[in-house]
């Protein structure tokens, strides 16, 4: 625990959507020591363009103002994630208010779903935490500026396979609809779309894999340069961590400068659902189970050989994409699982996701 008038951390977790950053997320917050913060920018609201100049004076000053505010947020949304972890410092009547309060305010969304989210959270997690943690979706075009401007940030940049990513969200669009409704805007402002000449007209003719594979290069692209190992920041493949998630946690805790405690093993090890079906480790298109083989072979009986070639021809104008595919040209085979009686895909050998990686 920091001791009062210490600077916590400030660690970021930056991704696209359905890529396990929330329960990356969760594995960190189950740490006594870690204030963490869920999707501040959705409730506080986000003042940067989607790919900022770092250099620019005025988006430098908004990102300073959203971290800000960020940081110290005490609304629902962001601090009342489930389940709730208790803290260090935190005693057993401060943690059941705590609980109490969040649950009475998640019991308010069924009456009011916009007043419930304004409802502060009055109690803290922890008085002097050791790090602060940010999850978030929505920053990956955003990365550089934010390390501009907090220097000491030490971004977790996780990065799911291109094709279980599009895959997850194609399941959510069929399940939600409009829901989860493409955006893509800005995408002919991003570095990859500039470089490529991508137009207005070009994204209005891209089906849904096109749109959803270009969004994910262009952001994960921004946000690779911007956090490299080598820089304090950590680069994780969210296939490897759920193989083998007690080692991931254990790079991530010793990154941010964090003892090894029992909380985050048990939590991880109640997140596992080794060997149950999708139906029974998925009861919601967000949960927090996680099943290796569900979580990196699902895609593969879900999208078509043309699909998967569509998505790798795009993700590997990219470093980021090329991390995932072993070149274009080995991308394309059949990626149906062994049940289909056809032959799986090979992958790259996933890397100990070390400070260290290069790649």
């Avoid at 916590?8 to 959507?17: K, Q």
């Avoid at 109690?123 to 501009?148: E, F």
């Avoid at 396979?161 to 609809?177: D, E, F, K, N, Q």
């Avoid at 991390?323 to 996933?350: K, L």
Wanted: aromatic content about 6%; proline content about 8%.
């Amino acid at each position: 625990m920091s001791r009062p008038g210490q600077t916590p951390v400030l660690a970021m977790i930056f991704g696209s959507p359905r890529s396990g950053t929330t329960w990356l997320g969760k594995i960190l917050d189950a740490h006594p020591d870690v204030h963490y913060v869920h999707e501040p920018e959705i409730g506080r609201g986000c003042g940067l363009p989607q790919f900022p100049a770092a250099d620019d004076a005025e988006h430098r000053r908004i990102a300073e103002r959203d971290l800000a505010l960020w940081t110290a947020t005490r609304d629902l949304r962001s601090l009342g994630t489930r389940p709730v972890m208790r803290k260090r410092g935190e005693n057993a009547a401060a943690f059941g208010l705590r609980v109490a309060e969040i649950y009475a305010g998640k019991a308010l969304e069924r009456l009011s779903y916009p007043a419930s989210q304004r409802l502060p959270i009055l109690r803290g997690t922890g008085r002097h935490p050791r790090v602060r943690v940010i999850k978030t979706v929505n920053m990956l075009g955003r990365a550089p500026t934010l390390a501009a401007v907090a220097p000491s940030l030490r971004g977790l940049h996780l990065l799911r396979h291109p094709c279980g990513h599009i895959a997850s969200v194609l399941r959510g669009m069929a399940r939600y609809g409009e829901r989860d409704a493409l955006a893509n805007s800005a995408l002919v402002n991003s570095p990859l779309g500039r470089r490529a000449g991508l137009t207005p007209v070009d994204l209005k003719d891209f089906s849904a894999e096109e749109s959803l594979a270009w969004k994910w290069a262009a952001f994960n692209e921004v946000a690779w340069d911007a956090l490299p190992p080598d820089g304090g920041h950590l680069r994780l493949r969210y296939e490897q961590v759920v193989a083998d998630p007690l080692p991931a946690a254990r790079a991530v805790c010793d990154r941010l400068g964090l003892d090894w405690v029992d909380e985050v093993e048990r939590f991880i090890l109640r997140s596992r659902s080794d060997g149950a079906s999708a139906a029974q480790i998925q009861p919601s298109h967000y949960s927090l189970k996680r099943d290796p083989e569900t979580a990196t072979n699902r895609w593969r009986s879900e999208l078509s050989d043309a699909q998967v070639k569509t998505i790798a021809d795009i993700c590997c104008k990219t470093e980021a994409g090329r991390w995932f595919f072993d070149g274009v040209a080995q991308a394309a085979p059949s990626t149906a699982v062994a049940a289909r009686g056809r032959t799986t895909a090979r992958q790259p050998t996933p890397p100990t996701p070390t400070a260290g990686d290069p790649r």
